[in-house]
């Protein structure tokens, strides 16, 4: 059998070849993340965000013919190996780390809202409200020893 048929070239494919590349482009995004690990959609990281939504733009460049299927899962594959040494490098050294997925900030601690903090993550007064309603069920700041935003952009409350 002509995989031709199935497969197409350039840009000019048919809706056929288009589905079936898009069923190879799925296996290959599944053996990608699978390689990289759970973390590229389990943190939500900026670190792993970019890397999941690049992930989807090459592939999607393979399956409309727009680049050379071969080439995109390349480009795919080498996108998933530095994402995984990174997060490993990451690990062993936090001064890596702080470079590739940042770091939380306090935003409030022990009655004294950080203001620097607050302007740097662009966080303000009525966002901490909402968060300690949401977090705490409560209207008032009296419960809250701290709140942080996280390295994936959550804000968290804790309880004195």
């Known amino acids: 059998?002509?995989?031709?048929?199935?497969?197409?070239?350039?840009?000019?494919?048919?809706?056929?070849?288009m589905g079936f590349r898009a069923f190879i482009a799925f296996f290959v995004a599944l053996a990608c993340i699978r390689l990289g690990g759970m973390r590229i959609l389990g943190k939500?990281?900026?670190?792993?965000?970019?890397?999941?939504?690049?992930?989807?733009?090459?592939?999607?460049?393979?399956?409309?013919?727009?680049?050379?299927f071969i080439a995109t899962v390349t480009a795919a594959v080498v996108l998933v190996v530095i994402h995984r040494v990174l997060a490993l490098l990451a690990m062993k050294h936090a001064w890596i780390g702080k470079i590739v997925k940042g770091e939380h900030m306090s935003l409030y601690r022990d009655g004294q809202m950080n203001?620097?903090?607050m302007w740097k993550s662009a966080i303000s007064k009525d966002d901490l409200h909402e968060s300690v309603r949401l977090e705490l069920n409560s209207?008032?700041?009296?419960?809250?020893?701290?709140i942080t935003i996280e390295k994936n952009g959550h804000v968290s409350v804790t309880k004195k």
């Open 44 to 68: 939500k990281t900026a670190f792993d965000s970019i890397v999941a939504i690049m992930l989807g733009a090459i592939l999607a460049r393979g399956v409309v013919g727009a680049s050379p």
């Open 139 to 146: 209207e008032s700041f009296e419960e809250v020893k701290e």
């Open 1 to 17: 059998m002509d995989l031709s048929i199935l497969w197409g070239s350039g840009e000019h494919l048919s809706p056929l070849q």
């Open 115 to 117: 203001e620097r903090n």
